[in-house]
Protein backbone atom coordinates (compact mmCIF):
# COMPACT_ATOMS: atom_id res chain seq x y z
CA UNK A 1 0.00 0.00 0.00
CA UNK A 2 1.66 3.39 -1.03
CA UNK A 3 0.62 5.74 2.44
CA UNK A 4 3.36 8.63 1.79
CA UNK A 5 3.32 8.65 -1.87
CA UNK A 6 7.08 9.62 -1.92
CA UNK A 7 9.25 8.77 -5.07
CA UNK A 8 11.27 5.82 -3.39
CA UNK A 9 8.37 4.39 -1.87
CA UNK A 10 6.85 4.26 -5.83
CA UNK A 11 9.72 2.78 -6.67
CA UNK A 12 9.80 -0.25 -4.34
CA UNK A 13 6.60 -1.01 -4.78
CA UNK A 14 6.86 -1.31 -8.22
CA UNK A 15 9.27 -3.98 -7.85
CA UNK A 16 12.65 -2.26 -8.96
CA UNK A 17 15.75 -2.33 -7.52
CA UNK A 18 16.23 0.85 -5.68
CA UNK A 19 19.39 3.03 -5.04
CA UNK A 20 20.08 5.31 -2.78
CA UNK A 21 23.07 7.71 -1.98
CA UNK A 22 23.71 10.20 0.54
CA UNK A 23 25.10 13.63 0.91
CA UNK A 24 26.12 15.27 3.76
CA UNK A 25 25.33 18.95 5.02
CA UNK A 26 28.68 21.54 5.28
CA UNK A 27 30.53 22.04 7.92
CA UNK A 28 29.81 25.97 7.70
CA UNK A 29 27.12 28.38 6.81
CA UNK A 30 27.50 27.84 3.16
CA UNK A 31 25.10 25.78 1.01
CA UNK A 32 27.44 25.34 -1.99
CA UNK A 33 29.08 22.32 -1.18
CA UNK A 34 25.45 19.85 -0.59
CA UNK A 35 24.24 21.51 -3.44
CA UNK A 36 27.20 20.19 -5.68
CA UNK A 37 26.62 16.71 -3.78
CA UNK A 38 23.18 16.58 -4.78
CA UNK A 39 24.12 17.67 -8.52
CA UNK A 40 26.19 15.24 -9.33
CA UNK A 41 23.58 12.41 -7.47
CA UNK A 42 20.71 13.06 -9.84
CA UNK A 43 19.62 10.70 -12.17
CA UNK A 44 22.23 8.31 -9.89
CA UNK A 45 20.00 7.77 -7.06
CA UNK A 46 16.27 7.57 -6.13
CA UNK A 47 16.47 9.41 -3.02
CA UNK A 48 19.58 10.55 -1.10
CA UNK A 49 20.10 10.20 2.82
CA UNK A 50 20.73 14.04 4.09
CA UNK A 51 22.47 13.08 7.10
CA UNK A 52 22.53 14.56 10.54
CA UNK A 53 25.65 15.90 12.43
CA UNK A 54 27.06 12.53 11.67
CA UNK A 55 29.72 11.34 13.88
CA UNK A 56 28.82 13.76 16.68
CA UNK A 57 29.99 16.56 14.99
CA UNK A 58 28.28 19.75 13.90
CA UNK A 59 26.59 19.99 10.40
CA UNK A 60 24.12 21.98 9.18
CA UNK A 61 20.92 21.10 9.99
CA UNK A 62 19.32 18.49 7.87
CA UNK A 63 15.83 20.40 7.44
CA UNK A 64 17.78 23.33 5.77
CA UNK A 65 19.60 20.17 3.48
CA UNK A 66 16.68 18.77 2.65
CA UNK A 67 15.60 22.03 0.91
CA UNK A 68 18.57 22.47 -1.16
CA UNK A 69 18.77 19.11 -2.21
CA UNK A 70 15.06 18.68 -3.29
CA UNK A 71 16.25 22.30 -5.24
CA UNK A 72 18.83 20.75 -6.87
CA UNK A 73 16.20 17.98 -8.51
CA UNK A 74 16.78 14.86 -5.77
CA UNK A 75 14.25 13.43 -3.33
CA UNK A 76 15.47 13.82 0.41
CA UNK A 77 15.45 11.14 3.07
CA UNK A 78 15.81 13.43 6.10
CA UNK A 79 17.62 11.54 8.92
CA UNK A 80 15.97 12.74 12.35
CA UNK A 81 18.16 11.55 15.46
CA UNK A 82 17.22 11.04 19.08
CA UNK A 83 20.02 12.30 20.01
CA UNK A 84 19.98 15.76 19.95
CA UNK A 85 16.03 16.79 20.44
CA UNK A 86 13.36 16.31 22.47
CA UNK A 87 10.20 15.25 21.17
CA UNK A 88 9.15 18.90 20.29
CA UNK A 89 12.06 19.62 18.55
CA UNK A 90 11.49 16.16 16.86
CA UNK A 91 8.17 17.08 15.90
CA UNK A 92 9.04 20.62 14.58
CA UNK A 93 11.75 19.00 12.26
CA UNK A 94 9.35 16.35 11.04
CA UNK A 95 6.99 19.24 10.24
CA UNK A 96 9.84 21.23 8.68
CA UNK A 97 11.65 18.64 6.65
CA UNK A 98 8.18 17.64 5.13
CA UNK A 99 7.89 21.64 4.48
CA UNK A 100 10.85 21.98 2.78
CA UNK A 101 10.81 18.96 0.08
CA UNK A 102 11.44 15.60 2.36
CA UNK A 103 9.35 12.78 1.68
CA UNK A 104 11.42 9.97 3.70
CA UNK A 105 12.66 10.21 6.99
CA UNK A 106 15.58 7.89 8.11
CA UNK A 107 14.58 7.00 12.18
CA UNK A 108 18.16 7.24 13.76
CA UNK A 109 19.48 7.19 17.29
CA UNK A 110 22.62 9.30 16.56
CA UNK A 111 26.16 8.75 16.62
CA UNK A 112 27.90 9.03 19.87
CA UNK A 113 28.74 12.46 20.74
CA UNK A 114 31.40 12.27 23.68
CA UNK A 115 34.38 11.64 21.70
CA UNK A 116 34.21 14.35 18.34
CA UNK A 117 33.64 18.20 18.70
CA UNK A 118 31.40 18.29 21.78
CA UNK A 119 32.62 15.39 24.25
CA UNK A 120 30.22 17.35 27.06
CA UNK A 121 27.39 17.56 24.87
CA UNK A 122 24.59 16.43 26.67
CA UNK A 123 22.38 13.60 24.87
CA UNK A 124 18.49 14.29 24.96
CA UNK A 125 17.05 10.63 23.82
CA UNK A 126 13.64 12.02 24.68
CA UNK A 127 12.67 8.96 22.58
CA UNK A 128 13.95 5.98 21.49
CA UNK A 129 14.14 4.72 17.98
CA UNK A 130 10.89 3.31 18.20
CA UNK A 131 8.98 6.23 20.20
CA UNK A 132 10.56 8.32 16.62
CA UNK A 133 8.91 5.69 14.26
CA UNK A 134 5.59 6.28 16.37
CA UNK A 135 5.89 9.91 16.66
CA UNK A 136 6.26 9.97 12.67
CA UNK A 137 3.65 7.09 11.69
CA UNK A 138 1.07 8.53 14.03
CA UNK A 139 1.33 11.98 11.77
CA UNK A 140 1.45 10.23 8.68
CA UNK A 141 -1.52 8.00 9.53
CA UNK A 142 -3.73 9.92 12.08
CA UNK A 143 -2.51 13.13 11.38
CA UNK A 144 -1.56 13.09 15.36
CA UNK A 145 1.42 13.94 17.54
CA UNK A 146 2.34 12.16 20.64
CA UNK A 147 -0.01 13.71 22.49
CA UNK A 148 -3.18 13.20 20.46
CA UNK A 149 -2.94 16.55 18.91
CA UNK A 150 -3.70 17.30 15.25
CA UNK A 151 -1.77 18.83 12.58
CA UNK A 152 -3.74 19.88 9.49
CA UNK A 153 -1.89 18.82 6.80
CA UNK A 154 0.31 16.55 8.62
CA UNK A 155 3.88 15.19 7.08
CA UNK A 156 2.97 11.62 5.51
CA UNK A 157 6.30 10.42 5.43
CA UNK A 158 7.88 7.10 4.67
CA UNK A 159 9.39 5.91 7.45
CA UNK A 160 12.97 4.18 7.46
CA UNK A 161 15.36 3.02 9.98
CA UNK A 162 19.10 1.48 9.86
CA UNK A 163 20.48 -1.70 11.26
CA UNK A 164 23.65 -3.53 11.88
CA UNK A 165 22.98 -7.17 10.40
CA UNK A 166 26.53 -8.17 11.09
CA UNK A 167 27.40 -6.81 14.60
CA UNK A 168 28.11 -9.17 16.76
CA UNK A 169 25.08 -10.55 18.95
CA UNK A 170 22.96 -9.50 16.55
CA UNK A 171 18.89 -9.45 17.50
CA UNK A 172 16.70 -9.81 14.95
CA UNK A 173 13.55 -9.23 17.40
CA UNK A 174 14.60 -5.37 17.00
CA UNK A 175 14.17 -4.84 13.68
CA UNK A 176 10.99 -6.69 14.44
CA UNK A 177 10.47 -4.20 16.88
CA UNK A 178 11.31 -1.23 14.46
CA UNK A 179 8.69 -2.99 11.96
CA UNK A 180 5.71 -3.35 14.39
CA UNK A 181 6.12 0.20 15.05
CA UNK A 182 5.12 1.15 11.62
CA UNK A 183 8.69 1.52 9.78
CA UNK A 184 8.76 0.64 5.69
CA UNK A 185 12.23 0.19 4.89
CA UNK A 186 15.92 -0.27 6.09
CA UNK A 187 18.98 0.90 5.24
CA UNK A 188 22.04 -1.77 6.52
CA UNK A 189 25.48 -0.97 7.77
CA UNK A 190 27.97 -1.09 4.70
CA UNK A 191 28.45 -5.02 3.19
CA UNK A 192 31.54 -6.45 2.57
CA UNK A 193 30.58 -9.91 3.30
CA UNK A 194 28.47 -11.11 1.11
CA UNK A 195 28.08 -14.27 2.19
CA UNK A 196 27.63 -13.42 5.69
CA UNK A 197 25.19 -10.91 4.44
CA UNK A 198 23.13 -14.02 2.76
CA UNK A 199 22.95 -15.76 5.97
CA UNK A 200 21.73 -13.00 8.03
CA UNK A 201 18.71 -12.42 5.15
CA UNK A 202 17.63 -16.54 5.48
CA UNK A 203 17.49 -16.38 9.05
CA UNK A 204 15.24 -13.45 8.92
CA UNK A 205 13.01 -14.33 6.11
CA UNK A 206 11.33 -16.88 8.05
CA UNK A 207 10.09 -14.18 10.32
CA UNK A 208 8.76 -12.29 7.30
CA UNK A 209 10.24 -9.09 7.66
CA UNK A 210 10.82 -8.96 3.74
CA UNK A 211 7.54 -9.08 3.23
CA UNK A 212 7.23 -5.96 5.84
CA UNK A 213 9.95 -3.98 5.31
CA UNK A 214 12.31 -3.30 2.06
CA UNK A 215 15.62 -3.94 3.01
CA UNK A 216 18.36 -1.83 1.44
CA UNK A 217 21.49 -3.22 1.48
CA UNK A 218 24.46 -0.64 2.68
CA UNK A 219 27.62 -0.74 0.39
CA UNK A 220 30.88 1.73 -0.12
CA UNK A 221 33.87 1.37 -2.13
CA UNK A 222 37.12 1.73 -0.44
CA UNK A 223 40.20 3.67 -1.50
CA UNK A 224 42.25 2.07 -0.22
CA UNK A 225 43.79 -0.62 2.48
CA UNK A 226 44.08 2.12 5.21
CA UNK A 227 40.23 2.99 4.69
CA UNK A 228 38.99 -0.55 4.74
CA UNK A 229 40.96 -1.42 7.79
CA UNK A 230 39.90 2.01 9.30
CA UNK A 231 35.96 1.02 8.84
CA UNK A 232 36.48 -2.54 10.07
CA UNK A 233 38.29 -1.31 13.47
CA UNK A 234 35.95 1.67 14.00
CA UNK A 235 32.24 1.30 12.14
CA UNK A 236 29.89 -0.87 14.39
CA UNK A 237 28.58 -4.09 12.47
CA UNK A 238 31.21 -3.79 9.25
CA UNK A 239 33.19 -6.85 8.58
CA UNK A 240 35.82 -6.47 5.97
CA UNK A 241 36.82 -9.68 5.25
CA UNK A 242 40.67 -10.23 4.20
CA UNK A 243 40.48 -10.96 1.02
CA UNK A 244 39.41 -7.57 0.21
CA UNK A 245 42.78 -5.86 2.13
CA UNK A 246 45.16 -8.18 0.60
CA UNK A 247 43.08 -6.89 -3.26
CA UNK A 248 43.11 -3.44 -2.30
CA UNK A 249 46.75 -3.91 -0.88
CA UNK A 250 47.91 -5.68 -4.48
CA UNK A 251 46.95 -2.79 -6.37
CA UNK A 252 49.10 -0.02 -5.14
CA UNK A 253 48.16 3.41 -6.89
CA UNK A 254 45.03 1.72 -8.41
CA UNK A 255 43.81 0.85 -4.86
CA UNK A 256 40.50 3.18 -5.50
CA UNK A 257 39.64 1.90 -8.97
CA UNK A 258 39.85 -1.76 -7.63
CA UNK A 259 37.43 -0.55 -4.46
CA UNK A 260 35.03 0.36 -7.15
CA UNK A 261 35.49 -3.20 -9.14
CA UNK A 262 35.18 -4.81 -5.58
CA UNK A 263 31.92 -2.97 -4.70
CA UNK A 264 30.23 -3.59 -8.49
CA UNK A 265 30.97 -7.83 -7.66
CA UNK A 266 29.25 -7.08 -3.91
CA UNK A 267 26.09 -5.61 -5.72
CA UNK A 268 26.01 -8.09 -7.94
CA UNK A 269 25.53 -10.69 -4.82
CA UNK A 270 23.58 -8.57 -2.97
CA UNK A 271 20.90 -8.19 -5.58
CA UNK A 272 20.96 -12.34 -5.86
CA UNK A 273 19.74 -12.39 -2.61
CA UNK A 274 16.00 -12.71 -2.25
CA UNK A 275 14.28 -10.46 -0.09
CA UNK A 276 16.79 -7.89 -0.96
CA UNK A 277 15.09 -4.34 -2.62
CA UNK A 278 18.28 -2.08 -2.99
CA UNK A 279 21.19 -0.68 -1.93
CA UNK A 280 22.22 1.97 0.02
CA UNK A 281 25.90 3.34 -1.90
CA UNK A 282 27.95 5.87 0.15
CA UNK A 283 30.74 7.52 -1.23
CA UNK A 284 32.16 8.43 2.34
CA UNK A 285 32.58 11.99 0.87
CA UNK A 286 33.19 11.03 -2.76
CA UNK A 287 30.45 11.26 -5.12
CA UNK A 288 32.11 10.14 -8.19
CA UNK A 289 33.07 6.81 -6.81
CA UNK A 290 29.30 6.58 -5.96
CA UNK A 291 28.73 7.27 -9.98
CA UNK A 292 30.86 4.87 -10.87
CA UNK A 293 29.73 1.99 -8.62
CA UNK A 294 26.10 2.48 -10.04
CA UNK A 295 27.27 2.79 -13.43
CA UNK A 296 29.48 -0.57 -13.64
CA UNK A 297 26.55 -1.95 -11.52
CA UNK A 298 24.31 -1.64 -14.04
CA UNK A 299 22.02 0.18 -12.20
CA UNK A 300 21.09 2.79 -14.71
CA UNK A 301 18.99 4.29 -16.48
CA UNK A 302 16.85 5.33 -13.20
CA UNK A 303 13.05 5.10 -13.85
CA UNK A 304 11.68 8.38 -14.37
CA UNK A 305 7.86 7.86 -13.79
CA UNK A 306 6.67 5.37 -11.80
Known sequence: MIRA?????????????????????????????IIDQSRALVGYADAANVTDNPAGTAHMTPVAGCAFVAEAGLEPIVQVTCRDRNRLGLTADLLGSWALG??????????????????????????????????????RDEGRGLAGQAFEPPPRFFVGVAELPL?????????????????????????????????????????????????????APPR?????????????????????????????????????SLTVEIVAGLKAIQGIAGVHVMGLGKEESVRRVIEAAGLLPRPTVV
Do not use: C
Request: hydrophobic share 45%.
Open 224 to 260: SPASARYVREHLPGVVVPDRIVEALEAAGPDAAEVGV
Open 5 to 33: GSRLERILHSGVFAVTAEVVPPRSADPGP
Open 102 to 139: ARNVLSLSGDPASARDHPDAVVVNDLDVLGLIRLATGL
Open 167 to 219: APRYDPARLERKADAGADFVQTQIVYDVDAFGEWAERLAPRGIFERMFVLAGV
